[in-house]
Nanobody
């Protein structure tokens, strides 16, 4: 069983920054990702990273968001800069322990999910 606990969400004005964290109470997770879901919209993949450091980003966040991980702390991060109102959503951390990331950011690739942390960006 993999437990994931997100933190770091909050409210910020457009142009601001936030850093999300996801504590993983497990070892040897091969692929982790951040997803988000805005009200009335489907959940979308934001970014993924695997155990060898390969990353993938949605076009909407490229150049603004950075996914990273601290293996010593078993923690996943999402640094979000130049935030826009359209980034407002519930953000979820997800884990796939066994396989490397496919690059497709499909939520069906991830069997384990955190409870989510809210990010609100005002204009």
């Amino acid at each position: 069983q993999v437990q994931l606990v997100e933190s770091g969400g909050g409210s910020v004005q457009a142009g601001g920054s936030l850093r999300l964290s996801c504590a993983t109470y497990s070892y040897s997770i091969n692929c982790m990702g951040w997803f988000r879901q805005a009200p009335g919209k489907e959940r979308e993949g934001v970014a993924t990273i695997d155990s060898i450091g390969s990353t993938s980003y949605a076009d909407s966040v490229k150049g603004r968001f950075t996914i990273s991980q601290d293996n010593a702390k078993n923690t996943l991060y999402l640094q979000m800069n130049s935030l826009k109102p359209e980034d407002t959503a519930m953000y979820y951390c997800a884990a796939e322990p066994w396989n490397y990331c496919s690059g497709g950011r499909r939520e069906t690739d991830f069997p384990y999910w955190g409870q989510g942390t809210q990010v609100t960006v005002s204009s």
